[in-house]
């Protein structure tokens, strides 16, 4: 079993900057992927970054390429993400997910891929 702490939401303005950080404890394996998500109230849960474990390789959606990076750090079983440039669309609970042994690449973009999921942190963009 692992579990997952999302922490660093809040309130900003936009064009602020805002890192989300979480920390995974229990069963964890360096090797598995993480990744973060949003759902925005009424809408499906949606993709954000993902980083792969065995070679750190990193996916984004579209919508926060060149705004969002996703970052690990293996040490602390914690994994960051650093969101720049946001927007009033950006507004959500964003939680952060682990998948369990080797996922397809496919499969970091569904939420199929991911085993555990966090509680979540809100991120609200607002002038």
């Known amino acids: 079993q692992v579990r997952l702490e999302e922490s660093g939401g809040g309130l900003v303005q936009p064009g602020d900057s805002l890192r989300l950080s979480c920390t995974a404890s229990?069963?964890?394996?360096?090797?598995?992927?993480m990744g973060w998500w949003r759902q925005a109230p009424g809408k499906e849960r949606e993709f954000v970054a993902a980083?792969?474990?065995?070679?750190?390789?990193?996916f984004y959606a579209d919508s926060v390429k060149g705004r969002f990076t996703i970052s690990r750090d293996n040490a602390r079983n914690r994994v960051s993400l650093q969101m720049n440039m946001l927007n009033l669309e950006d507004t959500a609970v964003y939680l952060c997910a682990a998948a369990e042994g080797w996922i397809s690449v496919a499969a970091f973009y569904a939420t199929r891929g991911y085993k555990y999921w966090g509680q979540g942190t809100q991120v609200t963009v607002s002038s």
């Open positions: 229990g069963r964890t394996d360096s090797r598995d992927a």
């Open positions: 980083v792969r474990g065995s070679d750190g390789r990193t």
